[in-house]
């Protein structure tokens, strides 16, 4: 059996990064995810978007590493923003109404329910972009 592979690019500009997941978030990958966070912060980084379109997988250990680091975040005065979740991880974002907590969810995310009705609201402008280049892949380098 294989072993799940995440790859981390990170691109910086100002006291903003873009990171870009790409691969699997589970168990085993998901220290290399606290770590690419943390480092962000470390750095002097405030504003986080983390593009998860490359994303093939990402279990509730995935989602908990991105609440904390939302929540080291806030506390430094910064935001973290999770953008282009897989559609079972936007479910499990949605189920556990943490939506609030990762702002900027530009894919039709549905807002936390208003007593149990599901509300889709319109896409969220797009994030930035810039040209990316490996930072970590599948270690800490």
Known sequence: MPIPQLNVYRHDRGSRALLT?????DLDTVPLVRESLEECLHGGIRTIDVDLTPVTFCDCSGLNAFLRASQLTTAAGGSLRLHYPPPLTARLIDL?????LLR???????????????VPTAPASPHWLAPIAPALSGGVL
Do not use: K
């Open 21 to 25: 997941l790409a691969g699997e978030i």
């Open 96 to 100: 556990t109404d943490s939506g609030f």
């Open 104 to 118: 900027g969810l530009p894919f039709g995310h549905l807002v936390p329910p208003l007593r149990g009705s599901l």
